[in-house]
């Protein structure tokens, strides 16, 4: 089947016009992850589809610095949605759609700095090769409660967990909502559930090559939280939000296809995975510590992956247990993949995705054979035994896990100069503010006894 052209400038005039859109957002993404746009009204949709919309870069996280702060923004048209009515007071107003952009220099020479652009290197880097990296992903959310005046309360929105139903699950009628919505903007939905801790949920789409992955982790976070707020809810994608109970993860499962055959696949090859697969899986083994401070990368993530509450903390492989980093689900042909499930929903979905395929293709690239893979309970091997299957762990901390990115040369290689400087130092800032502040657990314990 021959791909569908992407709608040209003039195509997406006519569309705007026909369906009354007033405004159209350029959305960007900052090197943390943070979501951005530039709304413009219809007397500059002309303009913006040029990608001729200037902002100041001095402003947006890790961007620029004053003296070289003119930006542009060059609308991806594939992109295009319109985004649906969230609320009844949306009903009668003009609507409003979305581009995301690509962030340039004034001569139109793309920004080293755009996280969408680092991952557009790592996918050419990948085509060079012969392969397209296709990404599903599982990120999961709580839902809390505000109080009378609008403010977050810790409380979450119900007590349910795994696969209940309502009554006891009070977020189905929200997650229903928040998946009519996605497919009215084009998400193919697959499915989505009442999670294990209580108030916690999670919304699968389908798999799409990596860069329309990131795009789509970047508008499916916006719609959940823009739904639970007409709920007068909070959408949480905080890691580990409550102690005592699962952390939030955002699962990415991997495959690799060249001439539109899962190049994973090998039915003669041990645990039916090809060559290319092996050499991928010992990539991101390899590079697992490395990759952290971009998959994990807040104070809190490292809160989530502790043992005990189904997130990985050993660096190890799987055909079974979920209690190693990378778990190769049962399906195979076409569906073969790696699941990785570090990585968090706070993660910037364009730096992620990038680090991943940065360590792939270097075990591709190298040659690297994995360990074997780990059939048993890793949380009950003794360390004697870890240590006999070469078995690694995570970071503990924001600290190590940004020494150990600053150590690896194919992770940093893959972010960049610009993005490495800027996200390690404001890493580094994270963490020194996180040590300097004295919290409630630290009262509780030793104020009395000290």
Known sequence: MTPTPPPTAQDLLGTLQQEGVEFLRLQFTDILGTTKNVEVPQSQFEKALRGDVTFDGSAVEGFTRVEESDMLLRPDLSTF???????????????????ICDVTLPDGTPFEGDPRFVLKRQVERARGRGFE????????????????????SPVTHDKAGY???????????????????LVQMGFEIEAAHHEVAP???????????????????ATFKFVVKRVALEYGLLASFLPKPIVG?????????????????????????EHGLSDTARHFIAGLLEHAEGMAAITNPLVNSYKRL??????????????????????????????TRAEVRMPDPS??????????????????EQGLEPPP?????????????????????????????????????????????????HFVAAKRAEWREYSATVHPWELERYLDLI
């Not at 107003?93 to 979305?98: I, K, L």
């Not at 990296?133 to 977050?152: I, K, N, Q, S, Y």
């Not at 078995?391 to 972010?415: S, T």
């Open 81 to 99: 949605l319109i985004y649906p009515q969230f609320s009844r007071g949306d009903e009668g107003r003009g609507r409003v759609a979305r581009l």
């Open 133 to 152: 990296m296709f990404v599903g992903t599982e990120p999961e959310f709580f839902l809390f409660e505000r109080d009378a005046g609008g403010r977050v």
């Open 163 to 181: 696969f209940d139903l309502a009554p006891v699950d009070k977020g189905e009628r929200i997650r229903r909502e928040i998946a009519g919505k």
């Open 199 to 217: 108030g916690q949920h999670e919304i699968d789409f389908r798999y799409a090559p990596a860069l329309e992955t990131a795009d789509r982790i």
């Open 245 to 269: 109970v699962n952390g939030s993860g955002m699962h990415c499962h991997l495959s690799l296809f060249r001439g539109g055959q899962n190049a994973f696949a090998d039915p003669g090859g």
């Open 306 to 335: 502790v043992p005990g509450y189904e997130a990985p903390v050993n660096v190890a492989w799987s055909t079974s247990n979920r209690s190693a980093l990378i778990r190769i689900p049962a399906k195979r042909g076409n569906s």
């Open 347 to 364: 993660c910037n979905p364009y730096l992620t995705l990038a680090a991943l395929l940065a360590a792939g293709l270097d075990g591709i």
């Open 373 to 421: 893979a780990i059939g048993r309970n890793i949380f009950r091997m003794t360390v004697r035994e870890k240590r006999h299957h070469r078995i690694r762990e995570l970071p503990a901390d924001l600290r190590e896990a940004v020494d150990e990115l600053e150590k690896d040369p194919v992770i940093a290689g893959a972010l960049g100069e610009h993005v490495m400087e």
